[in-house]
């Protein structure tokens, strides 16, 4: 069983910044897919981000991209989620995701799940 934890989440204001970070339980990190997801308060879940086992492939929602970067260190067994120009409709909670060689929307294709992290934007 693969366990995940999210950190990095806070309270910031519009235009700001902040970096997410996810640590994986597992020595073979490399092998899983890692992705992001948030949900807003009354709202579903949505895909942000996604990227491949070793970074070559990435994934992003239409609303946060050029503003939202996900990355990963193997190595460390964590993937990030740089958050730039952030923006009040981006507040909720943000959950990381891992799968098997998956980096689509599909939240129900992704295996392994944190318990989230909450990030507040005002403005």
């Known amino acids: 069983q693969v366990q995940l934890v999210e950190s990095g989440g806070g309270s910031v204001q519009a235009g700001g910044s902040l970096r997410l970070s996810c640590a994986a339980s597992?020595?073979?990190?490399?092998?899983?897919?890692t992705g992001w997801f948030r949900q807003a308060p009354g709202k579903e879940c949505e895909f942000v981000a996604a990227?491949?086992?070793?970074?070559?492939?990435?994934n992003y929602a239409d609303s946060v991209k050029d503003r939202l970067t996900i990355s990963r260190d193997n190595a460390r067994g964590t993937a990030y989620l740089q958050m730039n120009s952030l923006k009040p409709e981006d507040t909720a909670i943000y959950y990381c995701?891992?799968?098997?060689?998956?980096?689509?929307?599909?939240?129900?294709?992704?295996?392994?799940w944190g318990q989230g992290t909450q990030v507040t934007v005002s403005s």
């Open positions: 597992t020595r073979t990190f490399f092998t899983l897919a």
């Open positions: 995701a891992a799968s098997r060689n998956y980096i689509g929307i599909m939240a129900g294709r992704f295996d392994y």
């Open positions: 990227i491949s086992e070793f970074g070559g492939s990435t």
